[in-house]
């Protein structure tokens, strides 16, 4: 590496760091600039190489300056979120904040100290110097090793991977079906470290077959792209074409304002918010052709309340006569399935929980949110340390669910019930949820007995989706050879930021793509979208604090027993296999040549 003095590496250096981090928020949404993300990571490489010259202090004083730095450049809206959510002070959001660069950010730390230590050891065991050809090719092909290394095992609050920094190229995010987000930041990696050696003209060798090895996957992911298939809008729904359940969907977006605490006994804000996904609902449904089967609403539409009369609801003034009696009046008025968000109160505490009701039955299944979010939803601790309850006073009290229950549907192959306007007589009804079932009752068509397409939804609420591991813990218990999709209601209303709604709402759609299954994603707030299992929108997004709905055919395929896609079979064990293969050819090398670095 060329030598600099002082002024000079220091210089060098806090270029590194800005720009790792102006690459990392440029690759993401809403840029979604692809070659700032492989530049991030090809200035990561080059900052390591620098970074290990320096006396060990040193070192971990720069991967602190650039922790920071990422969070200050990508994710500035996480301290005014965090106030709002937990209803904290500013200087408190700001502590926690900082804490949480250094916290979020561990990954680096570990990426880089992995690297140079497995570098170093392997010097060490060969006798190499820093500067010779055999420790050069092993530092560039264990660097995206470690980088994906440390994706996977790091825990994060609002989580990030390399892999991220494909969403603006989303021919190249088509390989996520083999390797997932983790291999797609695995690729990333490998091509920042190729294209930082093409300037080195005695390494350019190895900069060309990464570059090389980088493209052919690329294209490959472009054919998987170009050939997926194109879907026709059926005359009525459903409808099934080439194994594929096409049905009539339609999503709504209300921005409601942020539900805080002191609004939970105010009647006017709760009754806004049931009007407006009333109003919304029904106009759209009305318009839309086919009618809707599935309509979506987002987390929060109704805030502070549910539709299940258990007793432990009643008791805690949880259970909504009101919201309950509006969810079968949007089902049976517009004969569509509803999938909805809800707060029930049990036993053991409050749950956060998606609920499908069949406008058939008007009965409703529920998914309880398994990962719940800190100081939003629970404060960490807060069982050893109960005062941090005066600090954070918005946070909530929920409980997590245990295993994940898909939710299953059924829809008629011949439709009964049609949209139809409102009137004075009927709306009054929604007062009354136990008489809604006599009082609007109605067919538009004798059923056909000619069958009937049983579906299933696998939920993930809010940043839920950003996990693909609950993605394949929910594949795994739910039924196969039956017709799946995914949903992902969220509410992005609290952090008052397009930003973060951008990045949540991006991250989210990889799942769509590594599984091989459709996603509808409705927030009260944010991006909302509905995308097939390439990652292709469905319908043009509603954008943060836009109030709107929108109708799109949703294409569901059925659950494969063996997984959709293969990273759904096999996961991320071709990265392990490859990771242990590779690292052990290098270390069996030790003194001799390598013929092609001549």
């Known amino acids: 590496m060329i030598r600099f003095d002082q002024n000079r590496k220091l210089i060098l250096l806090t270029t590194y760091c800005v720009g790792i981090s102006l690459g990392i928020l440029l690759a993401m949404e809403p840029f979604g600039f692809f070659l700032a993300g492989i530049s991030a990571a090809s200035l990561a490489y080059l900052f390591y190489l620098e970074l290990r010259e320096l006396p060990l202090r040193f070192q971990i004083a720069w991967l602190l300056i650039l922790s920071q730095l990422i969070d200050l450049i990508v994710f500035l809206w996480i301290p005014n979120s965090i106030s709002a959510?937990?209803?904290?002070?500013?200087t408190v959001s700001w502590a926690l904040f900082l804490v949480y660069g250094l916290f979020s950010q561990i990954k680096l730390f570990l990426f880089y100290f992995g690297w140079k230590i497995t570098s170093d050891f392997h010097n060490k065991l060969n006798k190499n110097n820093i500067q010779s050809r055999q420790s050069l090719l092993f530092d560039w092909a264990s660097f995206p090793i470690w980088g994906t290394i440390t994706d996977l095992i790091t825990p994060q609050l609002f989580p990030w991977f390399w892999g991220n920094l494909a969403e603006g190229s989303l021919s190249f995010s088509q390989s996520a079906s083999w390797f997932g987000i983790y291999g797609i930041g695995f690729f990333l990696l490998w091509i920042g470290a190729s294209a930082a050696l093409l300037v080195v003209k005695k390494e350019r060798i190895l900069g060309i077959l990464g570059v090389a090895i980088f493209t052919f996957i690329w294209i490959l992911a472009s054919l998987r792209l170009y050939s997926a298939p194109e879907y026709a809008v059926p005359t009525k729904t459903p409808a099934l074409e080439k194994e594929v359940l096409l049905l009539s969907g339609l999503l709504v977006q209300p921005n409601t304002s942020p539900a805080k605490?002191?609004?939970?006994?105010n009647a006017d804000f709760i009754g806004n918010a049931m009007s407006k996904i009333l109003e919304l609902s029904l106009q759209a449904a009305l318009t839309t052709s086919p009618p809707p089967d599935l309509i979506f609403l987002p987390e929060s539409a109704v805030p502070f309340h549910g539709t299940n009369p258990n007793q432990s609801s009643k008791e805690k003034n949880i259970y909504s006569p009101t919201y309950h009696g509006l969810v079968k009046y949007l089902s049976l008025k517009t004969g569509a399935d509803l999938v909805y968000n809800e707060l029930n109160q049990y036993s053991e505490g409050l749950k956060n929980q998606v609920s499908l009701i069949s406008s058939e039955s008007l009965y409703s299944i529920r998914y309880d949110k398994r990962r719940l979010l800190p100081f939003g939803e629970f404060i960490p601790l807060e069982k050893y340390f109960p005062k941090l309850r005066n600090l954070f006073?918005?946070?909530?009290?929920?409980?997590?669910g245990d295993e994940p229950a898909p939710l299953k549907g059924?829809?008629?192959e011949t439709r009964s019930r049609f949209p139809k306007a409102p009137t004075v007589l009927d709306l009054n009804l929604i007062q009354k949820p136990?008489?809604?079932?006599?009082g609007l009752v109605y067919n538009d068509a004798e059923a056909e007995s000619s069958g009937s397409f049983d579906y299933q939804v696998l939920p993930l609420i809010c940043y839920e989706a950003m996990f693909p591991e609950l993605v394949s813990d929910s594949i795994q218990n739910s039924e196969s050879e039956v017709f799946t999709f995914l949903v992902n209601p969220t509410n992005d209303a609290w952090f008052s930021s397009s930003t973060e709604a951008w990045q949540h709402g991006a991250a989210s759609k990889f799942r769509s793509i590594e599984f091989g299954?459709?996603?509808v994603r409705p927030a009260v707030s944010g991006i909302s979208y509905a995308v097939d299992p390439y990652g292709r929108d469905l319908t043009p997004p509603l954008e943060f604090s836009e109030v709107g709905s929108r109708s799109?055919?949703?294409?569901i395929t059925r659950k494969r027993k063996e997984g959709n896609t293969f990273y759904a079979k096999i996961g991320n064990l071709p990265f392990y296999l490859y990771s242990v293969l590779l690292i052990g050819f290098l270390f069996v090398l030790r003194k001799r040549n390598i013929v092609f670095l001549k």
């Open 261 to 265: 605490r002191e609004l939970a006994e």
């Open 517 to 519: 299954l459709t996603l």
């Open 85 to 90: 959510i937990s209803g904290s002070g500013k």
């Open 393 to 400: 006073e918005e946070t909530s009290k929920y409980v997590p």
């Open 552 to 555: 799109f055919l949703l294409p």
């Open 434 to 438: 136990e008489q809604i079932s006599s």
């Open 410 to 412: 059924q829809r008629k």
